[in-house]
């Protein structure tokens, strides 16, 4: 973490970025490992822009996606989840972006897959400002 947070080749000015016509946004460092097998983890950068349903996406894309299960963020007593509006219990919405909730120090709980269920905590450990990459979520 501690790297990724000095690193000199992360550019800051978006005339050093690769294709500097990028804009300056607020990018989120999050942590996401597993809530009982912590050695399990991934560094990933967010634009303030994405939302719950972007990282959801990542997540499913890139370590839990065997069979379109349920999924849910949850954050104090805000639940969020990918079944919102099935009429399955008053779950938000995932599109809510991720600007909105969060801030370095704040964890998520993400829970997928509801009868085999995979737990993950999310924290966010840090905030930059520096070129959006065009990409929702960066590993």
Known sequence: MRHLATCKLRPTDPEQAPGHRRRLAQLYHLVVSGQYAPMYWLHLEAPANATLGDLDDFLRRTWLECCGHLSAFRLGGRSFS???????????????????????GVTLS??????????????????REGPASGRAITL
């Open 82 to 104: 990918s079944g919102a509006g099935w009429g399955l219990g008053e779950d938000e919405a995932m599109d809510v972006e991720l600007g909105e909730l969060l801030a370095p």
């Open 110 to 127: 993400y829970e997928y897959d509801f009868g085999t269920t995979t737990e993950l905590v999310v924290k966010i450990v840090g905030q």
